[in-house]
């Protein structure tokens, strides 16, 4: 029986489980994504087997998928480019990170009845330094076909003119422009209402912070388009390259990392205090 262990691949060390070995991979790991349980079946096809016996598994590929235990930061990752998707997770202790990523087969305007999980998990394991690239991988490309900036527009008028666009009704197109200044609509909002082909969705966490940062972009003629709603009820539609979002990932994850380092630090100390105090009591 081959032992499953990881092998360079692509600049990490890298291992593609089908189903059945992923189960043995897996098996008693908490806290793994929904998306990461194992599914019924195996790329041939053939049923998958939760009380077979474990294959064999390599203690770096044990560590690796158990890495979330130990973990400061955490980064998810919900890709979709045209009929393929991808679902990934990365997780870093400081140190050293893994990731574990799945495909998703996507039928076009199905819903959610069209994404069907792909059988087989893939497992990486690399240095902090190269975080940043296994990200950039799982981001899909995005053409640019038309030039275009950034455009801020009111929320209201952002949803009434999309609402307008999509149904061709060009009356109350020309309305909202003439409000907004303007004789056509900017051309990022056109790009990002005529033709989305895809989406990205980033989630950060991390120890010593509450909440999550989440950055959402649409894929669509204008490359990779941001939406963030604004404190003053604006919508600003951002053109972004996949460079520009693991830019932002990076100053995110710079800071989220240094507030990590220091809760673990102080959590090290006041054990270590503790430890010292009941020896002398």
């Given at each position: 029986?081959?032992?499953?262990?990881?092998?360079?691949?692509?600049?990490?060390?890298?291992i593609?489980?089908?189903?059945?070995?992923?189960?043995?991979?897996?098996?008693?790991?908490?806290?793994?994504?929904?998306?990461?349980?194992?599914?019924s079946?195996?790329?041939?096809g053939?049923?998958?087997?939760?009380?077979a016996?474990?294959?064999?598994?390599?203690?770096?590929?044990?560590?690796?998928?158990?890495?979330?235990?130990?973990?400061l930061?955490?980064?998810e990752?919900?890709?979709?480019?045209?009929?393929?998707?991808?679902?990934?997770?990365?997780?870093?202790?400081g140190?050293?990170?893994s990731?574990?990523?799945?495909g998703?087969?996507?039928?076009?305007?199905?819903?959610?009845a069209?994404?069907?999980?792909r059988p087989g998990?893939e497992?990486?394991?690399?240095?902090?330094?190269?975080?940043?690239?296994?990200?950039?991988r799982?981001?899909?490309?995005?053409?640019?076909?038309?030039?275009?900036?950034?455009?801020?527009?009111?929320?209201?008028?952002?949803?009434?003119?999309?609402?307008?666009m999509?149904?061709?009704?060009?009356?109350?197109?020309?309305?909202?422009?003439?409000?907004l200044?303007l004789a056509?609509?900017?051309?990022?909002?056109?790009?990002?209402?005529r033709?989305?082909?895809?989406?990205?969705?980033?989630t950060?966490?991390?120890?010593?912070r509450?909440?999550?940062?989440?950055?959402?972009?649409?894929?669509?003629?204008?490359?990779?388009?941001?939406?963030?709603?604004?404190p003053?009820?604006?919508?600003?539609?951002?053109?972004?390259?996949p460079e520009d979002?693991?830019?932002r990932?990076?100053?995110?994850?710079?800071?989220?990392l240094?507030?990590?380092?220091?809760?673990?630090?102080?959590?090290?100390?006041?054990?270590r205090?503790?430890?010292v105090?009941?020896?002398?009591?």
């Amino acid at each position: 029986m081959v032992e499953v262990s990881l092998r360079p691949l692509e600049g990490a060390l890298r291992i593609r489980l089908d189903e059945q070995d992923w189960v043995a991979a897996s098996r008693g790991v908490p806290g793994l994504p929904d998306w990461a349980q194992p599914v019924s079946s195996t790329r041939t096809g053939a049923p998958v087997d939760l009380e077979a016996a474990d294959v064999p598994v390599d203690a770096d590929v044990r560590a690796a998928v158990g890495l979330r235990g130990s973990a400061l930061l955490e980064v998810e990752v919900a890709s979709v480019g045209g009929e393929r998707a991808t679902l990934g997770v990365l997780w870093s202790d400081g140190r050293v990170c893994s990731s574990l990523v799945r495909g998703v087969d996507v039928v076009p305007a199905a819903g959610p009845a069209g994404a069907v999980l792909r059988p087989g998990i893939e497992v990486s394991a690399f240095d902090i330094e190269d975080l940043l690239d296994e990200v950039r991988r799982l981001v899909p490309d995005a053409p640019v076909l038309i030039e275009t900036t950034e455009a801020v527009v009111p929320e209201e008028l952002t949803i009434a003119l999309a609402k307008a666009m999509r149904t061709g009704d060009r009356t109350t197109v020309e309305v909202l422009c003439a409000e907004l200044g303007l004789a056509e609509p900017p051309a990022v909002v056109a790009a990002a209402v005529r033709g989305v082909s895809g989406s990205l969705t980033l989630t950060a966490r991390s120890v010593g912070r509450d909440g999550a940062s989440v950055g959402s972009w649409l894929r669509c003629d204008a490359g990779w388009v941001e939406l963030v709603r604004t404190p003053d009820a604006m919508v600003r539609h951002t053109p972004c390259s996949p460079e520009d979002i693991v830019r932002r990932l990076l100053s995110d994850l710079t800071g989220r990392l240094g507030v990590a380092l220091q809760a673990t630090a102080g959590a090290t100390e006041s054990s270590r205090r503790d430890g010292v105090e009941g020896r002398d009591s």
